[in-house]
Nanobody
Framework: QVQLVESGGGLVQPGGSLRLSCVASGFSFSRYAMRWYRQAPGKERELVAT????????NYADSVKGRFTISRDNAKNTVYLQMNSLELDDTAVYYCNGRFFTISYWGQGTQVTVSS
């Protein structure tokens, strides 16, 4: 059974930090590119960061560049999103996604709320 389980979300003040984790099971994690998306209320889902299967290539949305860092540990079947200098506009449900050609798996999401 394929599972992607996100954790690490919560309530944080502007300027604060959170680290999201996504643990994968049921598929060959090390073969999959991994992505973090987010969806704020009333908005479309937005691609935040991507990392290739071996971690050699990473990309970020302009809105998070310099503040967020994606990483992965293939030995632990886990992808991370370190989020620093959080802003009010970062409030959203964050989803991890695993992709291998046309195959795509999604987690259930974790809520991140940035509020003073």
């Amino acid at each position: 059974q394929v599972q992607l389980v996100e954790s690490g979300g919560g309530l944080v003040q502007p300027g604060g930090s959170l680290r999201l984790s996504c643990v994968a099971s049921g598929f060959s994690f090390s073969r999959y590119a991994m992505r973090w998306y987010r969806q704020a209320p009333g908005k479309e889902r937005e691609l935040v960061a991507t990392i290739t299967s071996d971690g050699s290539s990473i990309n970020y949305a302009d809105s998070v560049k310099g503040r967020f860092t994606i990483s992965r540990d293939n030995a632990k079947n886990t992808v991370y999103l370190q989020m620093n200098s959080l802003e009010l506009d970062d409030t959203a449900v964050y989803y991890c996604n695993g992709r291998f050609f046309t195959i795509s798996y999604w987690g259930q999401g974790t809520q991140v709320t940035v509020s003073s």
